[in-house]
Every structure is written in structure tokens, then in C-alpha cells.
């Protein structure tokens, strides 16, 4: 049986796990009116919105995994809000961040009877 998998990454001293799940998936579609299948065009580090871009991915995959995890433990985690992502990225991290994503979107998608995470370099806010 395959399992996940996903990148991490460290915000604020916690790990995070960045995982295309199909509500991050449709988010992402809605938000930028393209097929999952485009993302790339999304982190295209040419293109004019690339840093907002970095950002409102981390912001639905982060809450993504926040609002999992209010529902499994019942506790209440207030949600990351977006003005928070557009202050924490930065020209310092933006193509390491961007690199996890792609990572995670790629480890999505890949089966394995293995380690269930895709490690990368921890990337920290």
C-alpha cells in the first residue's frame, strides 16, 4: 500500500506538511483560472507575480494542513492569513519555497512502499 508524500516546511519553529490534497488542488485552479496541470506557469520565477504567487500557495497549503488537523484533534488552530505569507516571503527564501512546492506537487503524485516524506532542504521563516 503507497502511502503520501509530501515536502516539509518550517514556519514560525513548526513543520509544515505541504500536501496537493484535491481542496488545495481546486483552490489553486479557482484562484488562478488555470488546470492543475499549469502550475508551473504559477511558479514561473519571470513571471510578474511570482513572489505573490509563492505566497498564496503557502497560504492554501498551510491551512490545508491546519484545518486537517483541527478536525482530527478537534482543537482550534487560528488559520495563517495571507498578509502573514506576503511578509514572509522574501527574496531570500522565495526560490527555496518555491522549489518545496514543486516538490510537494510532484510528491503528490509519486507511489512508493518507502519513506512516505519527500524531504527537502527545510526551508524557515
Do not use: C
Amino acid at each position: 500500500v503507497s502511502q503520501s508524500r509530501y515536502a516539509l516546511i518550517n514556519l514560525k519553529g513548526r513543520e509544515w506538511e505541504l500536501l496537493f490534497t484535491v481542496g488545495v488542488i481546486d483552490d489553486i485552479q479557482v484562484h488562478f483560472d488555470i488546470h492543475i496541470n499549469e502550475i508551473a506557469t504559477v511558479l514561473d520565477p519571470n513571471s510578474r507575480d511570482f513572489y505573490k504567487n509563492i505566497a498564496y500557495l503557502l497560504f492554501v497549503l498551510i491551512n490545508e494542513q491546519i484545518e486537517i488537523e483541527n478536525e482530527t484533534s478537534g482543537k482550534e488552530q487560528k488559520l495563517i492569513e495571507l498578509k502573514e505569507m506576503k511578509r514572509a516571503v522574501t527574496s531570500q527564501n522565495v526560490y527555496v519555497y518555491s522549489s518545496v512546492i514543486l516538490e510537494a506537487f510532484a510528491g503528490s503524485f509519486k507511489k512508493s512502499n518507502k519513506n512516505p516524506k519527500v524531504m527537502s532542504e527545510l526551508a524557515t521563516i
